[in-house]
């Protein structure tokens, strides 16, 4: 059951960061060719929660205001609350776009009659 933590919003984010990195190293192979299945679910699953959080970060800057949540802006007037709360819409339709083609892949993988164990030729 997942337990609401916004106090540790910004640990929380540097382990799934940290737990990501390893992921990524160690998926160069995959030992168990049946874990490939599950990976994927997991995966899948992760991205979904990325981009809920992607998509609430966005629409939480869209509710913020000059005044109350920041003092101005700095800069040449590129950059601002609204610009980051497009940016980061654009980034939750990408991930749910990345989601499903996941999704899809674990559907294809699971009809494959993984080994264990790889076979040795």
């Known amino acids: 059951m997942a337990i609401n933590e916004e106090q540790r919003q910004?640990?929380?984010?540097?382990?799934?960061?940290?737990?990501?990195?390893?992921?990524?190293?160690?998926?160069?192979?995959?030992p168990h060719p049946r874990d490939s299945y599950r990976l994927l679910g997991e995966l899948g699953?992760?991205?979904?929660?990325?981009?809920?959080?992607i998509d609430q970060l966005g629409k939480w800057h869209s509710r913020t205001e000059d005044g109350t949540h920041y003092d101005g802006e700095?800069?040449?007037?590129?950059?601002?609350?609204?610009?980051?709360?497009?940016?980061l819409t654009t980034a939750a339709n990408m991930l749910r776009l990345a989601?499903?083609?996941?999704?899809?892949?674990h559907g294809h993988n699971g009809v494959v009659r993984w080994y264990q164990e790889p076979q040795e030729s």
Do not use: M
């Open 74 to 87: 700095d800069g040449d007037g590129t950059g601002s609350a609204r610009a980051a709360a497009d940016e």
């Open 10 to 30: 910004l640990e929380i984010a540097a382990e799934v960061e940290e737990l990501a990195r390893t992921l990524a190293h160690s998926t160069r192979d995959v």
């Open 45 to 53: 699953a992760t991205i979904d929660h990325l981009a809920q959080v």
């Open 99 to 105: 989601s499903s083609h996941v999704h899809r892949a």
